[in-house]
């Protein structure tokens, strides 16, 4: 994923997201995130993920998965 790519080139250290715009994601796909694409990171000096979101989009169940 180009997710992936961008944290093997640069090895960034924080990484900011802004999902305002981008609307709901689907628990599979937060699942994946939490299980393949965070722990690349961090063995890639990933140390703090910051997701900037709209709270009026995102309910509280959608912040806690």
Sequence with gaps: ???AEI???Y???FWFA????QGAIH?????WLATQIFPEAARHGL???VVIY???QHNENYRER
């Design 54 to 56: 709209n709270e009026e």
């Design 7 to 9: 944290v093997r080139i």
């Design 47 to 49: 140390r703090k993920a």
């Design 18 to 21: 802004d999902i305002r715009q």
């Design 11 to 13: 090895n960034p250290v």
């Design 27 to 31: 628990p599979e796909d937060q699942q």
């Design 1 to 3: 994923t180009k997710c």
